[in-house]
């Protein structure tokens, strides 16, 4: 037992206590659950944490990554998954349970999916937590990496992705816009990042006609999910560390600006528009006022990353005060909510990452810590 992680963690938390803080810039609307609806758990065998859905030009899917690298197909008619692509070549091992986390960076981690139909057959875009950007063709398989140009001045010392993260196109110019949510920090340290208030990360734009990869927004803490507008005006970003959605402006004369416009109770992970106007954001846990304190106070979180001390045991401490319950919130273009559900039954104490509306009233949510999806009739 290490002696100094539990007095610090004492000293913290008397320290908490004392400054129980009240900062409530948000009230709530009140709480859709699942209870009358009808809620299906879609099971994923060997792996777990469907993060992110996409579905192909003829509605096909959901398509989702999970935690052994693979991204995987869901097929309604069977009522099953099938493997569908890849994002690294060597597989050695990566389906074993056991220390997963440790092959994440040679097995890869598909986040961000979405679908292009270029004329021609769909492609899949992923943005990987590990391989960076990558692009597959609709009969899926190994996805193929995509190498692109910089412009220099913009980039220099940042040519590479370390954490790319959210992602979505433009279906009409086929503009890539995509996270890269910390450029020190690699996803199985993403807690590392959140606790030293890493601000490394950026907003990116990748055109695939010139290859061009361009710098948007820098210096943002923990870039997670993005998502462009009906028309290509404006694109939503979740600012997760800050617990807050930025308007970025690609068109209009405010084009290259940023707007904040909401601020959380929660950490926002993937953004998806809504059929029924704006946009779902999927909420990791509301945070609880000693997490809130680290996040206003850097130095804390740093202190306990110097401590000599088994990094996952100061990460499983600090689970104990997020309170571990996903949320789905309905936001307007300006920030306002129009609608929350929040997980019952299996779902209860699961974190959201993704709320994904189809047209026929059904919502697919994903969660990075679930063997399964779920999928709810509205
Ligand atoms: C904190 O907020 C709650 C709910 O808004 C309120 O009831 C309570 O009095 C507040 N506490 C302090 C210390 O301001
Ligand atoms: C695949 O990865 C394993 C584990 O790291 C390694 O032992 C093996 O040599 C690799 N195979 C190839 C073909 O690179
Ligand atoms: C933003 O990041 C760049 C490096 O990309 C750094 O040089 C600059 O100081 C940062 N700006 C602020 C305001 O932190």
């Keep these: 037992m290490n002696f100094n992680f539990c007095l610090n963690a ?38 777990v944490g469907p993060e992110s859905f996409a579905f192909d030009s003829s509605g096909g899917g ?23 692509a890849v994002t690294s070549s060597n597989r050695t091992g990566c389906e074993e349970r056991e220390r997963r986390e440790e092959r994440e960076e040679r097995c890869g981690r598909p986040l961000g999916l979405k679908f292009k139909d270029s004329g021609d057959g769909d492609q899949l875009y992923i943005a990987d937590a590990y391989m960076g950007l990558l692009r597959v063709g609709s009969n899926g398989g190994l996805a193929e990496r995509l190498d692109f140009q910089t412009r220099e001045d913009q980039l220099r010392g940042f040519d590479s992705l370390t954490f790319a993260n959210g992602l979505d196109i433009d279906q009409f110019s086929g503009v890539v816009y995509f996270t890269d949510s910390s450029s020190h920090y690699q996803r199985r340290n993403f807690a590392s990042s959140v606790l030293s208030g890493d601000n490394t990360g950026r907003l990116m734009k990748y055109d695939p006609k010139t290859k ?56 926002p992970d993937n953004i998806k528009a809504s059929r029924r106007g704006g946009f779902w954001v999927g909420i990791h846990s509301r945070k609880r006022g000693s997490l809130r304190l680290i996040l206003s106070q850097p130095w804390i979180g740093k202190v306990l990353l110097k401590l000599p001390l088994d990094i996952d ?17 309905r936001v307007s273009e300006e920030g306002e909510v129009m609608e929350i559900i929040e997980g019952k039954g299996d779902l209860k104490w699961k974190s959201f990452s993704e709320v994904e509306e189809r047209e026929d009233g059904v919502v697919w949510i994903g969660s990075i810590n679930t063997p399964f999806a779920a999928k709810i009739k509205m």
């Design 10 to 47: 004492t000293a913290l938390s008397a320290l908490f206590a004392l400054l129980a803080i009240n900062i409530t810039r948000f009230s709530l609307p009140p709480e859709t659950t699942f209870d009358h609806w009808k809620t299906e758990y879609v099971p994923i065998h060997g792996a």
């Design 62 to 84: 959901p398509y989702t990554g999970i935690s052994d690298g693979r991204i995987i197909k869901w097929l309604p008619q069977q009522q099953t998954w099938i493997d569908f």
């Design 212 to 267: 061009q990869l361009s710098l948007l927004l820098a210096n943002l803490s923990f870039p997670n999910g993005v998502s462009l507008s009906k028309n290509g005006d404006f694109l939503l970003l979740a600012e997760t560390t800050k617990c807050r959605i930025l308007k970025y402006w690609l068109k209009t004369v405010k084009a290259g600006s940023y707007d904040v416009i909401a601020e959380l109770p929660g950490f």
């Design 313 to 329: 045991k100061v990460h499983s401490f600090l689970g104990k005060w997020i309170k571990n319950g996903g949320i789905g919130m």
